[in-house]
């Protein structure tokens, strides 16, 4: 599809879109998780940087194309920083979230046996919001995979998105059918993985809590 150094194969137009998603949800999860922390530590962070964050996440990923473009320019990295900007926003008030729910209980014990604040971090709470992390990672994955293919809007050849397009303005509805078939079938795919991924870390912490109530 395409034409002259601008062609390409569908494996990769599909290999194209999905590198570009997965590099910006892999930032976006590691920015967020930082974020969550500094703003469940630090009172000042929580004021300054949460109503930006409670700003930044209800922006569709299109509204981001212009800003991207002077600000990154054309090409693969503009995708990635749209999937980022994303899926950083929700994925940051979601970890805030499951942090502020832990059970007080969890803390108080950690704190009576004077436990170090990493351990603390370590031990208790991250694994504590495993489970609800891994359900907003799902969620997430669906704005980032879409944010992914809006963008292909900004200046990229390639990717299934410019495929569809490309098939379009060539009448050939075949290859936009494909497109379209591709991109619902590699989500789906991708949402499976992650759906089986939460039952076994969520299965494994639950075999663990059970090992550890027995040799107590």
Known sequence: IG???????RSDAGVGTLSRGAAGMTLGLAAALLAAVLI???RLMRRLALPIVQSIAPIAPVAWIPFTIVLVGIGGQAAVFIVFMAVFGTLTLSMVAALENIPPEYLAIARNLRTPRARLWWNVRLPAILPSALTALRMA???AWMA??????AGINSGL?????MAQQM???????IGILAIGLIGFTIDRLLLGLQKGLSG?????ARDARREA
């Open 148 to 153: 992914s293919l809006a963008g292909e809007m």
């Open 3 to 9: 034409f002259g150094q601008q062609r390409m194969g």
């Open 40 to 42: 469940t530590e630090i």
């Open 141 to 143: 994955f669906f704005g």
């Open 161 to 165: 998105c410019y495929m569809i397009v």
């Open 204 to 208: 494994a912490l639950v075999g663990n």
């Open 171 to 177: 009448y050939n509805m075949k290859v936009v059918m």
